[in-house]
């Protein structure tokens, strides 16, 4: 998060330090979305403006898009020049991993095999950023 919170704002560019928003738009029940899907907003366009996604999170919509569509740039930002390709790649893998295991576990919601492979997915992802030392979620 830390990384995150030191990017400008992805939709009006003000300086950080930002807030670190987990995504919301197309999520389903009370669990909060991964270190790894957050995107940088300023206080206006996080919680106190009238365009805060808090606030509103259709009207965020209609003038932003969903909030998750924003991941790849804020990924871009947070790791310029620190990875090469292959390196890239290989994040860029392993997060996908992450995402699918992570997708199973909410169609599955209980199913103790896909937890372990979320478990197994998530430190695979962790401990690469954390060699890399790119501190992205």
Excluded at 83 to 97: G, R
Aim: aromatic share 8%.
């Amino acid at each position: 998060l830390k990384k995150v919170k030191s990017l400008p704002c992805i939709i009006c560019n003000h300086p950080p330090p930002s807030d670190a928003h987990h995504v919301i738009c197309d999520r389903f029940g009370s669990r909060k979305a991964s270190d790894f899907d957050t995107i940088p907003l300023c206080k206006n366009h996080h919680q106190n403006g009238k365009d805060a996604i808090h606030n509103s999170k259709k009207r965020w919509v209609e003038n932003y898009g969903k909030d998750y569509l924003f991941l790849p740039e804020v990924l871009k930002k947070s790791m310029q020049s620190k990875l090469n390709k292959e390196e890239l790649a290989t994040y860029k893998f392993l997060k996908q991993e992450y995402d699918k295991c992570a997708a199973e576990v909410w169609r599955l919601d209980s199913h103790i095999s896909a937890k372990i492979n979320l478990w197994v997915a998530k430190k695979e992802l962790s401990n690469f950023t954390r060699e890399k030392n790119i501190g992205v979620g």
